[in-house]
């Protein structure tokens, strides 16, 4: 079944190059169609182009649609184009030429619009959750080693005294500011494109403003053109606060790798956590922070991917558009993989408590020699030379002693400010809100 079928047959390797993974990429919007084709008839019922109760036979028959998909039965069958064909060939198979009402004032245009929408905003709602257990273990970890010093580097040279409390609150607080940048694609996100038909509006005179309301939409997006012109955009947008986040995690797990080598040495993870060799019966491998640092990378290609395909499109719908599903919805649900397993593994790390008693660590501390002499009375510049001159003269024999106490510092970490930070962009994230609006949907009653 197409829904726009004329009765003249397309040839079979056209329609499946042109049908693509569609039919599979279309099950992670089945839920989504139907909400909207929910929202949609209800809006057709209230300017009089449904009857009352043709208005309860449809609603019943998606809600229970709505529950099959729920339990994952829910099948495009072979010869079905895709997910907005099979909900009508089964609402039309169920009552008749009833069913054949759902599609007035929609084209598949905005039909399609609306699920990704309504797919994506759900998948940034459970990104939020899980941005916010990967944040709570961070902080819970910084707390908990706060007393532990590491070295830091620059340039993969040894630098300056840091802490353990340092490095896991430090990827806590980017992702304060990642769930910030992935709150604003949320907001873009949330407009709806539902009445927009073929991107140029309908005749029948469409009640946009009750779909917004039922769909629990923030907004419209007003202008029908630039609503079918949001196709490809809103995702772009979308992918670049996830690979924001992808790079962040991804680093971390970099760090992690470095971390538990045998010439680091810093931190250990459960055996049961790590991965053998085949010949070699020593090695403890952290392919989980491989994997999570590769998934990552990959996902970080993604707003480039999606720019290269809309990239010399005009206004105005294309085919080209469907393949941006391919990428786009199995990354929604990849980046939530990604958050669980981090979450779930740096909750298992434990560190070495006695990194700098080796004396190759020593020189980390030139600077707080440094700043010593200066607050005793020596220039800057003094203290700098003469400082250095030990360390060439093999003299160099520092006090292993930090007062860092300033904002952000390793004795004063400002985990409950970047708390604070994380709470006020988490707040913009209402899954509660948008769990009511869907209930209200699929009540019968309503």
Request: proline share 3%; charged share 25%.
């Amino acid at each position: 079944m197409k829904l726009w079928d004329k009765g003249i047959p397309v040839n079979e390797i056209i329609e499946a190059f042109t049908v693509g993974r569609d039919r599979e990429m279309d099950l992670y919007l089945a839920e989504s169609d139907v909400l909207g084709t929910i929202a949609h008839i209800t809006m057709l019922e209230s300017i009089g182009l449904l009857e009352k109760e043709e208005l309860s036979a449809l609603k019943k028959a998606l809600v229970e649609i709505y529950n099959e998909i729920k339990k994952g039965n829910f099948i495009i069958e072979p010869g079905v184009e895709d997910v907005h064909s099979q909900v009508e060939l089964m609402l039309t198979q169920k009552l008749g030429d009833i069913g054949k009402k759902v599609h007035s004032g929609r084209s598949r245009n905005d039909q399609a619009l609306v699920d990704i929408r309504l797919f994506t905003r759900d998948s940034l709602l459970d990104i939020a959750h899980d941005v916010q257990s990967l944040f709570k273990v961070l902080q819970s970890q910084s707390e908990k080693y706060k007393e532990v010093l590491l070295p830091g580097y620059t340039h993969l040279q040894v630098a300056m005294p840091s802490s353990f409390g340092l490095w896991f609150g430090a990827y806590a607080e980017a992702l304060a500011d990642d769930l910030q940048l992935l709150s604003s694609a949320y907001k873009i996100n949330n407009q709806n494109p539902l009445g927009s038909a073929a991107g140029y509006g309908s005749s029948f005179p469409l009640n946009r403003t009750l779909t917004t309301q039922l769909l629990g939409f923030d907004d419209l997006n007003y202008n029908v053109v630039y609503a079918q012109m949001g196709r490809g955009k809103v995702e772009r947008i979308t992918s670049f606060a996830i690979a924001n986040l992808a790079s962040t995690i991804g680093r971390m797990a970099t760090d992690l790798c470095l971390f538990i080598s045998q010439n680091f040495g810093f931190i250990t993870l459960p055996a049961e956590f790590t991965t053998g060799s085949s010949i070699m019966p020593h090695k403890k491998n952290p392919d989980v922070f491989e994997l999570i640092r590769a998934k990552c990378n990959k996902l970080q290609a993604l707003p480039a991917e999606i720019g290269s395909i809309l990239g010399n499109l005009p206004s105005g719908y294309f085919r080209d558009m469907q393949i941006i599903k391919e990428s786009f919805l199995p990354a929604l649900v990849e980046i939530q993989t990604i958050l669980q397993i981090s979450t779930f593994a740096i909750d298992k790390v434990s560190v070495n408590t006695h990194i700098l008693d080796d004396p190759k660590y020593s020189y980390l501390f030139s600077v707080e020699e440094v700043n010593r002499l200066v607050l005793s009375g020596t220039p800057f510049r003094d203290a700098y030379k003469l400082v250095g001159k030990q360390i060439d003269d093999g003299n160099f024999n520092p006090e292993i002693k930090v007062q860092h106490t300033h904002e952000g510092s390793i004795g004063n970490l400002c985990n409950d400010k970047i708390a604070e930070k994380f709470a006020r962009n988490y707040s913009e994230f209402d899954k509660v809100k948008i769990e009511a609006i869907k209930a209200e949907l699929l009540n019968l009653s309503s």
